[in-house]
């Protein structure tokens, strides 16, 4: 799927006519592994860590059409969506949700005449594709609210399992569900009025926030890309406390800590997130 077009690849198998993804696609399970070790004068090495690498994707793709000239618009049609730069690849389950990743082009493609094709209605070939981020992206969000009900009586709805109030303030635990199996990197979103705004991990981990939003204004902090905006799309980042924490959500089920200043009815606390994984299968 690009910006102006979108290929189903199983128009073969539901119309008779269009592409088709074949068996033998490779680079869909786990990622490429870059670990890191210390060689020290001793025997053996100390494991250092990790981190995954990009994966190519080998696609073998079948073109059906009805004529010469139909097969021919087919072969347009890919060749303009690959060259049109990166695009995103999804992988369907059959409740209609997706996994997708952002791949480009990196080669394939080619086909030899009298064994995949003879250039009347129809061709077999191999797209290799590479995504840069090693994993894959649901299609729906994670999102959970608290918000305050009364001033002065705290974040009172949303998913709370533990509560403190004080007369101008409101903490809440927020139970976070992530169905993926890596780490998902939320975006918190802060309504005013309200100030110190703080997101705590599961593990302790701390995002803290020391400005003040007046009623109507919103606060975005993105983790993914470490950065912190306003409604208007005003960097606030030098507001944070040194050293923060854009932590990820975990896979499965944790308990995080929000807790944001001088509340009232109209303040809130949104945090949403995508659930990625690393294999589609």
């Avoid at 006519?17 to 786990?30: E, H, I, K, R």
């Avoid at 780490?183 to 997101?199: E, L, R, S």
């Avoid at 606060?219 to 960097?235: E, F, K, Q, Y």
């Amino acid at each position: 799927m690009s910006s102006t077009d979108t290929i189903n690849l199983d128009d073969v198998l539901l119309f008779g006519t269009g592409m088709q993804a074949l068996s033998g696609a490779t680079g869909l399970g786990f990622p490429e592994v870059s670990a890191q070790w210390m060689e020290g004068a001793g025997d053996g090495a100390v494991y250092r860590g990790s981190r995954l690498r990009s994966r190519d994707i080998d696609l073998p793709i079948h073109l059906v059409a009805d004529s010469r000239p139909r097969l021919q618009e087919l072969v347009a049609r890919l060749e303009l969506m690959l060259a049109s730069g990166p695009v995103q690849l999804r992988w369907y389950e059959d409740d209609g949700t997706y996994w997708s990743t952002q791949v480009a082009w990196q080669g394939g493609g080619s086909w030899t005449y009298g064994a995949d094709t003879i250039g009347e209605r129809d061709l077999t070939t191999v797209i290799t594709l590479r995504a840069g981020s090693p994993y894959w992206t649901y299609s729906v969000s994670t999102s959970e609210m608290v918000r305050n009900t009364g001033a002065g009586r705290g974040l009172l709805n949303g998913s709370l399992t533990r509560l403190r109030v004080t007369a101008s303030q409101a903490i809440g635990s927020i139970r976070l569900n992530n169905i993926g199996t890596a780490p998902a990197y939320p975006v918190w979103t802060v309504a005013g009025p309200g100030g110190n705004f703080i997101a705590r991990s599961p593990t302790g981990q701390q995002l803290r926030w020391t400005g003040t939003l007046a009623a109507g204004e919103r606060l975005i902090l993105d983790c993914r890309t470490a950065s912190v905006t306003d409604g208007t799309g005003a960097n606030r980042y030098a507001a944070l406390t040194t050293a923060p924490k854009f932590w990820p959500v975990p896979p499965g089920t944790s308990v995080a800590v929000a807790s944001l200043d001088g509340v009232t009815t109209a303040s809130s606390i949104t945090c949403t997130f995508q659930p990625r994984k690393r294999v589609v299968i």
